[in-house]
């Protein structure tokens, strides 16, 4: 076959492909046993895979006719992208599609969390005592990473009236985004002790595992609200535990944590104030149809180019080209 999805695209692009290449949707090669999974690639072209399938040398060295796999995830954590350089394999992955979807998540996280008494009736606790809210208006909302989700949610909170402090470790005070996206750079101090709320969406690499300690934590200014997107692996558990205890931080809000990260025998398990949500962030129609448009142009491309010479992850970090992930008008359908 031509391509094997073990993540399915939506519908219409799905079908989109399937006119120009033969397809096999098998999720359940995704757990199946090496060997089973083995003679299902060893005539594949292309791969669409779940964020969780690892993508290894010896799983790209029992795909001979491999030129591309794919991920509705901007993330590379588990793709091999060495290996998959040797042997030519292009990686896609559609990286704006859910910039948008994310950016909302945490301005609902932050709405949520400045008016937690709106959470008892979603539910069903209709005679909840009423509590205090607070407003995003005046408030001081704390960047933590500047990635691409940090630029469409300074916009949505300055509309509100927010005022935007920022840090990004990888990001210089002086260089010329903070005054595009009008957020004031500070130390990371800084921010720590005066933000109201603090957004967190850092762009993770391995040596940021654990970047906020205790030391870093300590500076925070009594009752925050946190939200974040970024891997949990940023906080330190036993930190967190402590401002969560102490009301350092009044409640956190995080997508996305690893296994393990407040299960039973972590310091977080039995916090109810730390609220964790598996992924939601990115699990918008609008995002999942950007994500798979995106895809299967790239897959036809591959397939279709007379000379296959392209390594999107590593030589340029994949973009979804002219596609305007903030409006769904510009997506590209069967006519592009």
């Given at each position: 076959?031509?391509?094997?999805?073990?993540?399915?695209?939506?519908?219409?692009?799905?079908?989109?492909?399937?006119?120009?290449?033969?397809?096999?949707?098998?999720?359940?090669?995704?757990?199946?046993?090496?060997?089973?999974?083995?003679?299902?690639?060893?005539?594949?072209?292309?791969?669409?895979?779940?964020?969780?399938?690892?993508?290894?040398?010896?799983?790209?060295?029992?795909?001979?006719?491999?030129?591309?796999?794919?991920?509705?995830?901007?993330?590379?954590?588990?793709?091999?992208?060495?290996?998959?350089?040797?042997?030519?394999?292009?990686?896609?992955?559609?990286?704006?599609?859910?910039?948008?979807?994310?950016?909302?998540?945490?301005?609902?996280?932050?709405?949520?969390?400045?008016?937690?008494?709106?959470?008892?009736?979603?539910?069903?606790?209709?005679?909840?005592?009423?509590?205090?809210?607070?407003?995003?208006?005046?408030?001081?909302v704390g960047l933590l990473g500047?990635?691409?989700?940090?630029?469409?949610?300074?916009?949505?909170?300055?509309?509100?009236?927010?005022?935007?402090?920022?840090?990004?470790?990888?990001?210089?005070?002086?260089?010329?985004?903070?005054?595009?996206?009008?957020?004031?750079?500070?130390?990371?101090?800084?921010?720590?002790?005066?933000?109201?709320?603090?957004?967190?969406?850092?762009?993770?690499?391995?040596?940021?595992?654990?970047?906020?300690?205790?030391?870093?934590?300590?500076?925070?200014?009594?009752?925050?609200?946190?939200?974040?997107?970024?891997?949990?692996?940023?906080?330190?558990?036993?930190?967190?535990?402590?401002?969560?205890?102490?009301?350092?931080?009044?409640?956190?809000?995080?997508d996305g944590a690893e296994a393990?990260?407040?299960?039973?025998?972590?310091?977080?398990?039995?916090?109810?104030?730390?609220?964790?949500?598996?992924?939601?962030?990115?699990?918008?129609?609008?995002?999942?149809?950007?994500?798979?448009?995106?895809?299967?142009?790239?897959?036809?491309?591959?397939?279709?180019?007379?000379?296959?010479?392209?390594?999107?992850a590593l030589s340029q970090p994949?973009?979804?080209?002219?596609?305007?992930?903030?409006?769904?008008?510009?997506?590209?359908?069967?006519?592009?």
């Amino acid at each position: 076959m031509d391509i094997l999805l073990l993540e399915r695209l939506l519908p219409e692009a799905e079908a989109w492909l399937e006119a120009r290449h033969s397809i096999a949707y098998r999720p359940e090669l995704a757990v199946a046993e090496p060997s089973t999974l083995r003679k299902a690639i060893y005539k594949t072209q292309a791969l669409v895979l779940p964020r969780k399938f690892v993508v290894t040398r010896e799983v790209l060295d029992f795909a001979p006719l491999l030129k591309a796999v794919a991920r509705l995830h901007g993330n590379t954590d588990n793709t091999d992208l060495e290996a998959c350089r040797e042997r030519r394999v292009r990686v896609i992955q559609s990286t704006t599609a859910n910039v948008r979807s994310n950016a909302e998540y945490l301005l609902a996280g932050l709405l949520m969390l400045f008016r937690r008494g709106i959470a008892a009736p979603l539910v069903g606790d209709r005679h909840a005592p009423i509590r205090m809210g607070r407003e995003l208006h005046g408030s001081v909302v704390g960047l933590l990473g500047l990635a691409p989700t940090a630029h469409a949610l300074a916009i949505m909170l300055q509309s509100l009236g927010a005022k935007l402090i920022g840090y990004d470790p990888a990001v210089h005070h002086t260089a010329p985004i903070w005054a595009r996206l009008r957020v004031q750079p500070v130390s990371l101090e800084q921010l720590m002790a005066q933000a109201d709320a603090v957004s967190v969406q850092v762009l993770y690499a391995s040596r940021y595992r654990g970047f906020l300690n205790a030391k870093v934590l300590a500076h925070c200014k009594p009752g925050q609200s946190w939200v974040g997107i970024t891997r949990s692996a940023l906080f330190d558990p036993h930190a967190l535990a402590a401002a969560l205890n102490d009301g350092r931080i009044e409640a956190a809000l995080l997508d996305g944590a690893e296994a393990g990260f407040a299960s039973r025998g972590s310091p977080l398990h039995a916090l109810d104030n730390l609220m964790l949500t598996p992924r939601l962030s990115s699990h918008t129609r609008e995002a999942r149809l950007r994500a798979s448009w995106y895809v299967a142009h790239r897959l036809h491309e591959t397939l279709t180019a007379k000379s296959h010479t392209g390594f999107d992850a590593l030589s340029q970090p994949l973009e979804l080209d002219s596609l305007n992930s903030d409006n769904p008008a510009t997506l590209p359908g069967p006519g592009r």
